[in-house]
């Protein structure tokens, strides 16, 4: 796929295009669905990452792939050609077979003539048929141009899963290859008939270029707000899809980008529409009744009405299926992306796991725990967890984290093996916080080395988890136990023997609402690195 490119603050807005009552500020084409999991963070993380997703078995993927309307028929019409067919010298069924083939396939009735709109479709499935090779192409002795089934036709028929997934993931990159091509826009004719022909082709090819580009980055929106999204909310409104594509990152659209948010609109609509056909989204095109309604009501409205849910769907939603996520996910990979499995971390032992997790850039960590623990003795599992998490190593304090994380997950039946380790230094102090995190009473307080540690260690845990980032910190920050002595709390946490309590101290200097704790903090810091 076409590497995605959020637009730059200074990439020009074209302005011009198809307007729809989509002058209508870009939060009413979506803010109906503002309940359904898609708040500005969501899109914003999804702008940046290519998540983990969770996927049905490929025998599962495949029953899917087999039900697809499109590839069922190019199945049924090669095995119609049992045991040959004619056809014409391009490879296309014959004049008299054509209505007959959309009889087969349930497009006409079996009596009178068959509408064209059904022959068409029945030729697009036999021109698939052929593409996927499901139907040989020869010519006999006699030079009659005959087809005849596959080699792949039997095991397609059978259900093998490779062969079916195959099959599909091959008919889902030529629609949508064809779906760029069909959206190449229409040229103008040159006035130099000499230059026609190559300048006319290299604009077909840019066109061609631009739109293959806009929907593979389409669809790599689709496939991270997907995986973000909570069960049941993956739907997003086509106004969201083209929002994403075109607004700079940090901005709030302008009258100049809401043109171009429809201008992208109206470009993805027949693409994403060729693209149901083959099961790789559900979409609800744009109604085209909204064309002729601005136009009608353009001198009357004086301010756009807000939108309810069943009119902002009239803007079109599309939704990706398991079977999309799949194809896109294989035409990433071919890429060179990292497009990971959720569970692919939690396939090892507890080591495994929280080193993977720590050290993966693209990760869902409370996926791939929940993963993990599943079905595991509660009791030995933390024991394995536990023992995972020590280290003073750079990404140790990610790792007790995890553990921390994991052992929620476990609960109350990991009691024994964290009461194992409240006299361990380095997870002694997290072992006592979990306890009391879940009500119990008889919890031993932790000495002032182990308490001072553990403040460190859990801060470290932060900075490493949130990258560092200030709004994400201060918080964590203000609640620092530094009561009226700042003086004497970080003449005693500067001499803490861990990694990164240098960098949590510079971390507090420049964080701390409070000026003279912040300036004790960075004091400490300076310490702190001079002792090393």
Not at 472 to 489: F, I, K
Request: charged share 30%; proline share 8%; net charge negative.
């Amino acid at each position: 796929m076409a590497a995605r490119r959020r637009r730059n603050a200074d990439t020009p807005a074209s302005g011009e295009g198809a307007v729809l009552p989509a002058d209508l500020e870009l939060q009413d084409l979506y803010g109906a669905f503002a309940a359904h999991g898609l708040d500005d963070d969501d899109l914003d993380d999804a702008a940046v990452l290519v998540p983990p997703v969770t996927l049905p078995s490929e025998p599962e993927l495949a029953e899917q792939a087999k039900a697809v309307p499109m590839l069922a028929w190019a199945l049924e019409l090669a095995r119609w050609t049992a045991p040959h067919r004619a056809v014409d010298e391009f490879g296309d069924l014959t004049g008299p077979d054509r209505a007959p083939a959309a009889r087969l396939l349930g497009l006409a009735p079996e009596e009178g003539d068959a509408p064209e709109e059904a022959v068409v479709e029945a030729m697009r499935a036999w021109s698939l048929a052929c593409d996927l090779d499901l139907v040989e192409l020869g010519t006999t002795a006699a030079g009659e141009h005959v087809a005849v089934p596959g080699p792949d036709l039997e095991p397609a028929e059978a259900g093998d899963t490779d062969t079916v997934l195959e099959l599909w993931l091959t008919a889902a990159g030529i629609v949508r290859e064809l779906a760029a091509e069909a959206d190449s826009q229409e040229l103008e004719p040159t006035e130099d008939p000499a230059e026609a022909d190559e300048d006319g082709l290299n604009e077909v090819e840019d066109a061609r270029d631009e739109a293959a580009e806009l929907l593979d980055e389409a669809l790599q929106v689709l496939y991270e707000t997907t995986a973000f999204a909570e069960p049941g909310n993956e739907t997003v409104p086509l106004g969201v899809l083209a929002a994403l594509l075109v607004v700079p990152e940090g901005e709030e659209p302008s009258d100049e980008l809401l043109g171009d948010i429809t201008d992208v609109m109206v470009a993805l609509d027949p693409m994403l529409a060729d693209l149901a056909e083959l099961g790789v989204l559900e979409y609800r095109p744009i109604d085209p009744e909204l064309f002729d309604e601005e136009e009608e009501g353009a001198d009357e409205r004086a301010e756009p009405a807000e939108l309810d849910e069943a009119e902002s769907a009239r803007f079109g939603l599309v939704r990706l299926t398991p079977l999309g996520q799949f194809g896109i996910r294989q035409w990433l990979l071919e890429d060179g992306y990292d497009a990971p499995l959720v569970g692919d971390l939690a396939q090892g032992d507890a080591a495994e796991l929280l080193r993977g997790v720590s050290e993966a850039a693209n990760v869902l960590p409370e996926e791939e725990l929940k993963v993990w623990v599943a079905g595991r003795e509660p009791a030995e599992a933390a024991r394995e967890l536990l023992a995972a998490a020590r280290g003073t190593d750079a990404y140790a304090p990610m790792r007790r984290l995890l553990c921390h994380s994991a052992l929620t997950l476990l609960g109350a039946p990991a009691e024994p093996a964290v009461r194992e380790v409240l006299d361990d230094p380095e997870l002694g102090g997290g072992a006592r916080a979990w306890l009391v995190s879940l009500g119990v009473a008889d919890v031993p307080v932790p000495d002032r080395a182990m308490a001072l540690w553990t403040v460190v260690d859990a801060f470290a845990a932060q900075l490493l988890d949130t990258g560092g980032d200030p709004d994400q910190l201060r918080d964590l920050v203000a609640e620092l136990p530094v009561t009226d002595d700042p003086v004497g709390y970080f003449g005693e946490l500067w001499r803490v023997e861990h990694p990164y309590t240098a960098d949590v101290l510079e971390a507090v200097g420049e964080l701390h609402p409070d000026r003279a704790v912040a300036k004790e903090a960075r004091k400490a810091a300076f310490k702190a690195r001079s002792k090393g």
